[in-house]
């Protein structure tokens, strides 16, 4: 975004004069006048006020790294390799270069806008600028892939957890690992393996999709929501969002790694928006009402007969009634 540093000088919602700007950003009253217009054109609404200056009257929320890293505990401060980016191809892609330069510190990525945001199944994620929260981190399991199991469901819980403790109610998980309020979807978790670097320890990286202020989407397939939206009376910023979530992966990550999947059962089934509800797998092959996971997260269907688990990764279930 051209017209950061003038944006985050307007964004306390008081009138600057174009004098004050120009002197704070270095260049001349006209090409402050350029900015404004600049601006406007990437969607902020700006008023002159004749006489006094300029005024942000629209909504804005900038990633900001120190407000991001602000938000999170010393010691998990320091081990972060925090890149907060105006536009990338994917923060996943993103984190996959940082793994392969083989930097120091936790690879993390956050974005104002995905150019190629990627979702499950080869879709691709659609990522306005500034509207919503793409957010990836690079996670390192010892033991091979096998230890990888319910790994998903881990960071739907974690997600979940974070903006819950944000404010947000009802949020609900769509096997194995959309996020979801009752009005739709909220979000997406797309895991990605890096494979297997030295014997034994495994790179994954989780990629993160909330939606925040998004009010409208063209083109979407399927009903969606976003916490602003969904939650009007709280303010929504993405540095918070960021650092409750990373915080919230970090720790499950942690705990996943010395415990395994147990203690993610119960919160992921208090969640779980397939219960009791006629739902569908293998594309229609197996039919049955959705009856929670079984202790390695495979998605349990109970038909007349038998209880068919559905394990993660393999097939996507939907509701038939
Ligand atoms: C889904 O299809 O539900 C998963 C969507 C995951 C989207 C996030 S946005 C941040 C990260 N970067 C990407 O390219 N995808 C993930």
Not at 35 to 60: C, H, N, W
Request: charged share 25%.
């Amino acid at each position: 975004m051209k017209t950061k540093a003038l944006i985050t000088l307007l964004s306390d919602g008081q009138v600057h004069s174009g004098e004050a700007l120009a002197g704070l950003l270095g260049v001349s009253r006209t090409a402050v006048w350029k900015q404004v217009r600049r601006a406007m054109d990437e969607g902020f609404k700006i008023e002159t006020i004749r006489g006094r200056g300029y005024q942000l009257v629209s909504r804005v929320d900038l990633l900001d790294p120190d407000l991001i890293l602000g938000g999170l505990a010393p010691e998990l401060r320091a081990r972060l390799a925090l890149r907060v980016l105006d536009e990338v191809d994917s923060t996943n892609a993103e984190v996959l270069r940082q793994i392969s330069k083989d930097g120091e510190g936790l690879p993390v990525s956050v974005a104002d806008c995905q150019t190629a945001g990627r979702g499950r199944r080869g879709r691709s994620w659609i990522s306005p600028r500034g509207e919503n929260l793409y957010l990836s981190m690079g996670l390192t399991f010892h033991g091979g892939f096998a230890v990888l199991d319910g790994l998903s469901l881990v960071l739907g819980v974690a997600v979940a957890n974070a903006l819950e403790q944000l404010g947000a109610s009802e949020i609900g998980l769509k096997w194995p690992n959309d996020v979801f309020l009752p009005h739709g979807k909220l979000g997406g978790i797309l895991v990605e393996l890096q494979g297997e670097l030295q014997e034994g320890v495994v790179q994954v990286v989780a990629g993160i999709g909330i939606n925040v202020h998004m009010s409208d989407l063209e083109g979407a397939d399927q009903p969606w929501s976003s916490l602003a939206t969904a939650f009007p009376g709280l303010e929504w910023s993405r540095n918070r969002i960021a650092g409750a979530i990373i915080t919230a992966v970090v720790d499950a990550a942690r705990l996943f790694s010395d415990q395994g999947f147990r203690d993610f059962r119960e919160p992921w089934q208090k969640r779980d928006i397939f219960l009791g509800k006629q739902v569908e797998a293998r594309g229609g092959e197996i039919k049955g009402t959705g009856s929670g996971i079984d202790e390695n997260g495979n998605y349990l269907l109970r038909t007349e007969r038998e209880v068919i688990p559905v394990r993660a990764g393999e097939i996507s279930l939907r509701v038939t009634s």
